[in-house]
């Protein structure tokens, strides 16, 4: 290995370290957050102090230029609903980071055409990875969650209060990740946000197929009218028929699934540990013109039958 090359990973790695590291705990933010409110001046205008201050990087001109691309307002709100703590500025940066140093070790260790990209490609894309697999299992609990929410919501509104007050219950009944984002409709509606604004707030944070039904359906309940403790009660009901079946399907489904990702994991696990055994032992194999092209081959074919395979899972949960 080249002292270049050397130097180029010793550089990202130094880099990231000092962006971990420099980065302000959550505590501090809260911190920071609760004196600049006190510092503030009172003769300052209220609508400033309900305001979310989206940050897009820590550095002002990374910061102006992230707000006016559409990539990075809708990679913000994918980071927003899987609650991560990163800003869209440091998501780059890991993301760039972990591509440098792949396709450094990729064009030493594999230094023929393509091929010695492949693993800057990869691991360019391990954070977001991460956010899609965060973003998915925070969908899954909030999946889980509304139809006891929607039961709550019901037994509010046979006890006497309005639909406003039915979802300040749901916030301070349900835990977290549900409760939260009903307080922030809450204080929203609170602020004089209209209805229907802060029920659209909502679903697009949440991001659940299911919100979106019983929004579309409160909704109409509420220009056309009607009984909405009815609705709720037959809502809540399918959400947990749907979940019921969802669950019968990832049983029926799980061995095809793992049988699938031990078939897809099992070549590169192959590759990686018989050339670190005997190293040069797939060499000729890239270097030959049909080799290559079988490599590319398979690799287009694993790539589509992982996407048919999803398809056909979504398809059967739908």
């Not at 001109?61 to 869209?88: I, N």
């Not at 360019?124 to 925070?138: C, D, E, I, Q, S």
Request: net charge positive; glycine share 6%; proline share 4%.
């Amino acid at each position: 290995m080249s002292l270049i090359t050397i130097f180029v990973i010793l550089l990202a790695v130094g880099f990231a370290t000092f962006a971990y590291f420099s980065e302000p705990s959550e505590a501090d933010k809260r911190t920071r957050e609760r004196l600049s409110a006190l510092s503030r001046r009172v003769n300052e205008r209220y609508e400033e102090d309900i305001l979310k201050d989206v940050s897009f990087s820590r550095f002002a001109v990374v910061d102006r230029l992230l707000r006016h691309s559409g990539v990075a307002l809708k990679l913000e709100l994918a980071l927003e609903q899987a609650k991560m703590p990163w800003t869209v500025g440091r998501f780059c940066f890991y993301s760039v980071v972990l591509m440098i140093a792949g396709s450094v070790i990729g064009n030493w260790w594999l230094p023929v055409g393509i091929v010695g990209w492949l693993p800057g490609m990869v691991l360019g894309l391990l954070p977001l990875v991460w956010m899609l697999y965060k973003r998915a299992a925070r969908r899954r609990r909030l999946n889980l969650m509304l139809p006891d929410a929607v039961d709550l919501m019901a037994r509010a509104l046979r006890a006497g209060y309005s639909l406003p007050s039915s979802l300040v219950m749901v916030a301070d009944e349900m835990s977290d990740p549900l409760g939260p984002e009903f307080r922030r409709t809450s204080d929203e509606l609170n602020f004089g946000l209209p209805f229907q604004e802060a029920l659209s707030n909502l679903a697009r944070r949440i991001s659940v197929t299911d919100f979106d039904f019983l929004m579309t359906a409160i909704l109409v309940q509420k220009e056309t009218g009607g009984n909405l403790i009815v609705l709720f009660d037959k809502m809540a009901a399918v959400l947990r028929s749907r979940i019921q079946f969802e669950r019968k399907v990832r049983v029926h489904t799980a061995q095809g699934r793992l049988s699938g990702a031990l078939l897809v994991a099992m070549p590169f696990i192959l590759f990686v540990v018989l050339n670190l055994l005997n190293p040069g032992y797939s060499k000729p194999m890239f270097e030959n013109e049909t080799g290559r092209k079988i490599i590319y081959g398979t690799l287009v074919s694993m790539g589509v039958g992982v996407l048919v395979i999803r398809r056909i899972i979504k398809g059967v949960r739908a």
